[in-house]
């Protein structure tokens, strides 16, 4: 809600009706995308890798990714758009910033993500969005 109203966190940019009922200009869903997208990068690079440091990067990596991805699309399907024709940098960094604490608090927190499923459907929905 702070990004969206300030235009401060992320850059300037606004949801559009795509993702459903919203709360002072921001969609009740965000939430729960972010926390998916945590709990399915953190499941990802933890297969991939043991050392805690690169589990957290490596998940915030992907995280990454993935925004940039779906930044091509996101205003085609209405989710949101930015004033620039492309995001500001700064969206990535924070993004990445924000990522790293979400990734260090399920590494903290020895939040379980052995789960198949939420693994694939990170892959299906990042095919689908390239």
């Known amino acids: 809600m702070a990004g969206v109203n300030t235009g401060i966190i992320f850059g300037n940019y606004r949801y559009g009706e795509g993702l459903g009922p919203k709360l002072y200009g921001t969609p009740l869903i965000i939430g729960l995308n972010w926390l998916y ?16 440091v690169t589990v957290i990067a490596a998940g915030a990596g ?10 091509q699309v996101a205003p085609l399907m209405q989710m949101w758009s930015f004033a620039s024709i492309q995001p500001p940098l700064a969206n990535y960094i924070v993004w990445f910033l ?3 604490v979400f990734h260090k608090g399920f590494y903290v927190g020895h939040i379980p993500t052995g789960n198949y499923p939420a693994r694939m459907l990170f892959y299906i929905q990042l095919l689908f969005l390239y």
């Not at 997208?37 to 805690?52: E, G, K, N, Q, V």
């Not at 992907?62 to 930044?71: F, G, N, S």
């Open 37 to 52: 997208l945590t709990y399915s990068t953190h499941d990802i690079a933890s297969r991939i890798f043991r050392h805690p």
């Open 98 to 100: 924000l990522a790293l």
């Open 62 to 71: 992907l995280m990454v990714i993935y925004d940039i991805v779906l930044e």
